[in-house]
């Protein structure tokens, strides 16, 4: 642990000043007071460029600063004077690099041009681009088959860039598409089509002005998507409960100050956030979603008896659902104590939160990945969207669903075509717009390229942005599967570990980033990002380029298409040279979604593509909004073992996924260490782990590999029984490549069955 490690509970409201002061901070440090102060006013407005942090919408009121500390935070960082160029390659090896931290990594600046591993030295050496496209066009043109390669997106690529890569990619005969979303909210896009036709959030933001009851299930709103505070905290001012259902007590959740509103700010006022704060079990959400079910059941039935109006909403159950029997068969079937033991909830708790729901006439319910990361990950939002459906919360306005997206574009990245089980109908409009047949095979997610690495089945890995490396379960395992194929190409804006942890032949691609200005032979271009809900808007950079060698994305997927692919018919030249050739071929593949796409983005605020659900229209195999049974309450497979802790991986208050912007995790009183397991005393006194103590974590799996972390500090914290955290990406090795959502095949990153050890 670092010497200057220290912890202080954090016992002010979020927000506010200490907000203010971050922001003015992280600008200072990375160079770009003024330079980053000017590029914030044109963040998020229409003319200006998309805040690259997380996926919230604009509101629709006037407003006129609309960003947050941690928006503020990752434009620094990206705008930052620092540099990692040639000279920085130069005395720097890649042994030498491999020592330092992620922090360290992400401290060094913005990469100036392209780089290739040089054996011989251990260093990055500077690489001319036509040499770095000809070493990606003979290697991919001599794979055996085109499926030995995986294509990676992260997602802060626009729809421009990730539709062209998505034609590319299957032009070259493969959709291994591995992706982030299949880290994050593929629950949602697997899992919630099944339950109400589409894989997207139903709700717009004004409805957050309409709602009379919000849910926030698994999500650190504060931290993760802080623009969303202002919905909530306007809510909680017209007296809307908030329900916060988390294992942890997030500081924003309990009391928030605007950081934006002067008056507040001066006389350190705050609104205290969630009404009901149901400190669940890691694991735990179903079992709750269940006993809101029985209550609501059980309310009804005695309103039946007695003739008066009951709490479910009739007419939507018959008009529009299926399924319902089987559903009231299996709640009925779920008794009260187990409901209790699983959740870790007082069942009045449960039935109040019941009645809170019974009462309002329009609910949004709000997820994370609190939700998402467990192996029945998917089941728990059946679970929501059957609460919801309850009480015929969905089309009408002021209530829906709503899953907090992370990344700012991994919505409309998948759109556009980043999907590795693209469907039939897709892929013969694909071909019949580009005049080829694209491969029908369904490609890797992000586990099966893992595990096609592993087996040397893999050769070639290229990441359009991001960190698999690090984001990946199984560190140590993925390591090795990496280090052993032909080929990494990474093409980022910061150096990180996947750039270090690289195939035989290695190359670093360098782009122009969201927040600078992209000029092409016609003159400055924009690309557009689809936000959490479902709103297509331009993002237009405004500052330099971090160095004049940068390229942007749409140019590097199109030369890289080039060189692999010699004599395609497919205009690729043309698209660098115009953006808006790019939109007009994605509103000819997708004409029901992006017709006129280039007129109508000219509007301020772009446009909304159509949630069928909201005008209670139900793509389904039923042709109706399903009930569907999660089988017993247990989101996670049970583990026979009396130490066991369920580990959730989560993110801290300075970081954004793998880069991380400081060692601090202020609202969880955590100082210059990221080392730390958070929890409860209980637990603690009976594992014999002290507070502060030195601990390891090991991994309770049963495929005969050993994971195990030490070097961390265990802080007794207000955890729910039975429940740990600690920080992605340090535990990630202690996270089985096997141990994920089944229909979705996500990561349960907030479920690791693992045993603390003392003294680690
Ligand atoms: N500043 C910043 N913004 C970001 C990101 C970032 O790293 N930094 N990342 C972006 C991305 S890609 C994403 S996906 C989102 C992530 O945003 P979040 O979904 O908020 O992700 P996490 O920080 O992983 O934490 C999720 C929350 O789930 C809780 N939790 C853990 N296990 C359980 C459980 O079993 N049940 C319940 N109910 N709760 C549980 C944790 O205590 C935590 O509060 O944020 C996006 N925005
Ligand atoms: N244990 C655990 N693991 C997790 C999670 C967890 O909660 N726990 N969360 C998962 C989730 S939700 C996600 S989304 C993934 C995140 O996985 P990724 O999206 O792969 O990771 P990031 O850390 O967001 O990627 C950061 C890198 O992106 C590059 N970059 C930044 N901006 C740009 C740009 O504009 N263009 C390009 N080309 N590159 C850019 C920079 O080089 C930077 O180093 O991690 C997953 N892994
Ligand atoms: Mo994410």
Redesign the pocket.
């Known amino acids: 642990m670092a010497d200057d490690a220290h912890f202080a509970p954090y016992t002010h409201p979020a927000g506010g000043w200490g907000a203010a002061k971050a922001t003015a901070k992280a600008l200072l440090e990375q160079s770009v007071a003024g330079k980053g102060s000017r590029a914030l006013l044109s963040m998020n407005h229409p003319d200006g460029f998309k805040c ?1 942090s997380c996926a919230w919408p604009n509101p629709e009121r006037e407003k006129t600063l609309e960003f947050c500390e941690n928006g503020a935070k990752a434009l620094a960082f ?1 705008a930052t004077k620092r540099r990692v160029d040639a000279a920085f390659f130069a005395e720097h090896s890649v042994t030498d690099l491999m020592a330092r931290s992620d922090y360290w990594l ?1 401290e060094q600046g913005r990469l100036t041009e392209p780089m290739r591993y040089d054996p011989a030295s251990d260093h990055y050496v500077p690489v001319g681009w036509d040499e770095a496209y000809a070493t990606i066009g003979e290697t991919l043109r001599g794979l055996d088959h085109p499926d030995q390669a995986e294509f990676y997106t ?4 626009s729809n421009e860039a990730a539709f062209l890569y998505s034609v590319f990619v299957r032009a070259y005969g493969t959709n291994n598409f591995p992706d ?1 979303s299949n ?2 909210h593929e629950p949602t896009s697997r899992g919630l089509p099944m339950s109400i036709g589409i894989g997207k959030g139903t709700v717009v933001i004004g409805d957050f002005a309409k709602a009379e009851a919000i849910f926030i299930i698994g999500q650190n709103t504060g931290t993760n998507s802080p623009r969303m505070m202002t919905e909530l905290v306007h809510a909680r001012k017209r007296g809307v409960p908030i329900v916060a259902v988390n294992p942890m007590p997030e500081r924003a959740l309990i009391r928030f100050t605007e950081p934006q509103d002067p008056v507040k700010m001066a006389t350190f006022g705050s609104t205290p956030i969630a009404s009901e704060f149901c400190h669940v079990r890691i694991g735990g959400d179903a079992a709750f979603l269940k006993g809101m079910m029985k209550a609501l059941f059980e309310t009804q039935d005695a309103a039946d008896a007695a003739g008066t109006e009951g709490v479910l909403d009739l007419d939507f159950i018959r008009d529009h659902t299926a399924g319902f029997d089987t559903l009231r068969a299996d709640i009925d079937a779920t008794d009260w104590s187990d409901i209790v033991a699983v959740s870790g909830l007082p069942e009045e708790q449960i039935r109040r939160v019941a009645t809170i729901y019974a009462r309002s006439n329009a609910t949004i319910m709000c997820f994370g ?1 609190g939700v998402t ?1 467990h192996q029945q990950g998917a089941r728990v939002i059946h679970q929501i969207a059957n609460v919801l459906m309850l009480r015929g919360n969905f089309g009408k306005p002021g209530a829906g669903i709503c899953p907090v997206r ?2 700012s574009n ?1 919505q409309g990245d998948r759109t556009v075509g980043i999907d590795e089980k693209p469907t039939a109908a897709y892929l013969d409009r694909l071909g019949q717009v580009f005049g080829f047949d694209p491969p029908r095979e369904h490609g890797h997610h992000v586990v099966e390229s893992v595990k096609a690495m592993i087996a040397g089945t893999a050769r070639v890995f290229i990441g ?5 490396i ?3 379960p199984d560190t140590e395992v993925a390591y090795k599967a990496m280090r052993g194929l032909d080929l990494t190409v990474g ?4 150096l ?1 570990r996947g750039h270090l942890v690289h195939g035989k032949q290695a190359l670093i691609l360098p ?1 122009i ?2 927040s600078e200005i992209d000029v092409q032979a016609t003159g400055p271009q924009f690309v557009t990002i689809e936000d959490a809900m479902s709103n297509v808007t331009s993002s237009r950079g405004v500052l330099e380029p971090a160095s004049p060698h940068l390229r942007s ?1 749409i140019d590097i997927v199109c030369r890289m298409a080039r060189a692999a692919l010699p004599d395609s018919a497919i205009a690729w030249e043309s698209y660098i040279d115009d953006y808006s050739l790019i939109r007009d071929r994605i509103a000819d593949v997708y004409p029901d979604l992006f017709a006129g796409f280039n007129t109508r983005i000219k509007e301020p605020q772009g446009f909304h593509l159509t949630i069928p659900p909201r005008g209670r229209i139900w793509k389904t195999d039923s042709g109706r909004a399903n009930f569907l049974v999660l089988d017993g309450l247990d989101e996670d497979r049970p583990v026979d073992d009396a130490a066991m802790l369920r580990l959730s ?3 801290s208050h300075d970081q ?4 991380i912007y400081s060692n601090s995790d202020r609202y969880r009183g955590v100082y210059n260490t990221r080392m730390v397991v958070f929890m409860n005393r209980e637990d603690m006194a009976a594992q014999g782990i002290t507070d502060r103590g030195r601990v390891a974590l090991e991994t309770i799996a049963d495929d005969g590999i050993a994971r195990r972390v030490d070097g961390l500090v265990a802080l007794a914290y207000p955890m729910s029984r039975g429940s740990i955290a600690g920080y ?2 340090e ?2 090795p202690l ?1 089985p490549i096997d141990h994920f959502d089944e229909i979705s095949g996500t ?1 349960a ?2 479920s690791i069955p693992v045993r603390v050890m003392a003294d680690g």
Do not use: D, W
């Open positions: 690259p990206e992400e992260s997602g802060r690529t982030c880290m994050c990945m990361q992370g990344h991994v359009l942005g991001g960190n698999f690090h984001a990946i093409i980022a804006t910061k990180n782009v980033s969201r994305e991986t989560i993110r954004y996924n793998t880069t992605y990406p535990l990630n996270m990561p990153a907030k």
